[in-house]
Structure formats: C-alpha cells, structure tokens
C-alpha cells in the first residue's frame, strides 16, 4: 500500500444511497431513472445539448468515430502524447492513425504540426486534451473547417477544463469524456459521447444498443455494440457530478499548493497557457533530463509515494511504429514527465510532505 497514490475517487456523496436504490429496486443493467438523469445533468454541466452515456471512455471514442462514418481507407491525425485508447479507437474503425507532435508549453497538439499531416485521405483530427489542459481550439477548429475535416474532442482527462470561457468537448463534432475510477469525476467504468448535433448523438445510442431500431421491438437494423452503460455506474456518476465543482476546485487548489512548494525546485509543472482553466486530472511536471527521472520516481516510491510517467509515446510501440517517424517534442515530454499524486483528498501538509521528499530525490 502506498501512503500517497496517485489517484484514489472521493466518493462522500450521494454515491451510496443511489446505489442503494439500484439495489433495492433491481434496476441494475442498462435500464433505470440514473441513466437519463446523468446524461441530462452532464448535459447542462458541460453545456452541450447531447450526451449518451457508455460503458467506458474507450467505446465512447469508437462510437464517436463510426458516427461520424470514418472507417477503412481514412486517416485520423492524432497526438502520440496520449492515452493508448486515443489510438486504438481509431484502429478499431478501419482507419489510420497518423501521429502530430505537440507543442512543448502546453503538451497539446500543435496546429502547424497537425496541418502538414493532412492528405487526401485525412478524414478527422482528434485533439487530446492531455492531463487536463485545453488543446488550441480555435486554431484546430479553423483548420478542420478549412480543409473539411471532422474534429473529434477526446476530453476524457479534461472534465472540467475549459477553454476562452466555454468547456470543453464544444468545439468538436463529437466530443468524449471517460469515468474510469481514477478520473476527476468517475461511475467505476464509464464514458460520455456529447455533440451538440443530435443527429450524430441519436446514430451513437443507434451503435451502442446493438443497433436496435428505434420503434421496432427487438428488430436491430445495423450491427451495433453492446456499449451501454447501466444503472449502478450511472447512479454514482450523478452523485459526482453533484458534487462537480467541489471536486474540480480542489484538483486546482492542490496543483496551486504543489507550484508553491515547488517554485525554486528544478521541475517543472504544467503551466497554464492562454484563456484556459485548466482542471488538472492528474498533476504532472518536468524534470530538467531524462536520466533523472527514474531516480526521482524510485526515491519517491521509498517514501511511500507512488507516481507515474508520462505516456510513452504511441509512435514507439510496436503496433504503430513507423520507419522514419519522429515527433521530437513528444518524445522529449515523454521521456523527463512524472505525475504526483493529486486525489481529492490531499491535505496542504500532504502535498507539503511530498514536495519535500521530491526536493531530498532530486538532490541525492
């Protein structure tokens, strides 16, 4: 057991008695009053008319995409700097994945970089918005509407963020979110896909119900999935959403306790660039080589702290590698990234007592 994790769910709400109530009644699978009232109460958090609730973040990318009809012969233009599921959602369609550097202040995709990865087959580009901090919206929204092109929002470690004002998943096409237990709100296992176009939302909850027709019992018309999420996820997603703002404050006052703690220390946090709030999912810095981070993440686990690195590039993995393909930045962030710790639950004197441990780490 860790004496700090990186990340555990605070779930001193309403979480119990909705349960409860699931229980109670035997609404437990994909039927029951939390579905809808989660989808419409993340509808009005976020400010996007349309939300359909799914079983994870991962299927929310997928049903997202064949909404939107990309499929085999496409390219979807996407950060390697991101969660592995970012990518393996495309796969799944049948399109191609080809990979943009980000830029080296924000860790977000860089529009330059994305624009000279458009061809002739680019159907969509997918921006992440990696560890919670706001991708350049309206230069992406720019250029896919310049060159035609679908923009897909993978906001599944941005619940929260927001960008010149409005949060994010609006810019997008479709956007997704992701409720894993680890995520600033979560239900367990669980995913949004959100659009203000209902057309598109109405193709998604076609997909994930095995394509069941919409006024014709059991009578399927297309091959669907079974993507839906069920009642008991649900019921905890609400009781979090209740309680969205709390949640969000704190993730931000804890990274506010870690830049000052942290201020004359050799790493460097994740900034905040431009008119974004940015809602820190997950807490995460720099240190100033490579070689010492693995150092750092061991003297740290001494002490009972557990921390991550930052994602490995998707480019290096052998299922996506490519003869030739280097994304220079990305590789860098890559290679000197570690996240801390940043659970709701953390305490001043908590962040003040790992901090300190990351000064004694980087100076053994």
Not at 145 to 169: I, M, P, Q, T, W
Not at 281 to 303: F, N, Q
Request: net charge neutral; hydrophobic share 40%.
């Amino acid at each position: 057991m860790f004496k700090y994790p990186v990340y555990q769910p605070s779930l001193a709400g309403n979480e119990k008695k909705y349960v409860r109530e699931c229980l109670d009644s035997t609404w437990i699978s994909s039927k029951g009053r939390f579905i809808a009232e989660f989808e419409n109460a993340f509808a009005a958090f976020t400010g996007i008319p349309h939300a359909a609730a799914v079983c994870n973040g991962t299927v929310a990318l997928h049903v997202a995409l064949l909404a939107l009809g990309v499929g085999p012969g496409d390219e979807v233009v996407v950060p390697s700097l991101t969660y592995i599921a970012s990518v393996n959602a495309i796969r799944y369609t049948g399109a191609v994945p080809v990979f943009a550097d980000v830029r080296p202040d924000t860790w977000q995709l860089d529009p330059d970089e994305v624009e000279k990865c458009i061809g002739p087959r680019t159907r969509a580009i997918m921006a992440v918005h990696l560890y919670g901090h706001p991708c350049e919206m309206d230069k992406l929204t720019d250029l896919a509407s310049r060159k035609n092109l679908f923009l897909v929002e993978d906001c599944a470690e941005a619940f929260g963020s927001r960008y010149r004002g409005a949060h994010v998943g609006r810019s997008g096409h479709v956007s997704t979110f992701s409720f894993f237990g680890n995520k600033t709100i979560t239900t367990g296992e669980g995913g949004m896909v959100v659009s203000s176009d209902k057309a598109l939302i109405e193709r998604a909850i076609h997909l994930k119900g095995q394509g069941l027709a919409q006024n014709r019992e059991y009578w399927h018309d297309i091959v669907g999935y079974n993507y839906r999420m069920t009642n008991i996820c649900a019921a905890i997603g609400l009781a979090q959403i209740e309680r969205a703002e709390e949640l969000i404050a704190r993730k931000r006052k804890i990274a506010g306790w870690y830049k000052q703690y942290l201020a004359d220390v050799p790493l460097f946090m994740q900034g905040e660039f431009g008119e974004v709030v940015h809602s820190y999912w997950m807490i995460s810095a720099l240190v100033t080589r490579a070689e010492l981070r693995d150092p750092l993440r061991a003297a740290l686990l001494s002490e009972g702290i557990e921390t991550r690195p930052l994602f490995f590039p998707v480019h290096t993995m052998p299922m996506y590698a490519r003869v030739g393909c280097t994304l220079p930045v990305t590789e860098d962030l890559s290679s000197r990234g570690i996240t801390l710790p940043s659970w709701p639950g953390l305490s001043r004197k908590n962040v003040a007592e790992i901090c300190a441990a990351i000064r004694k780490g980087l100076h053994e």
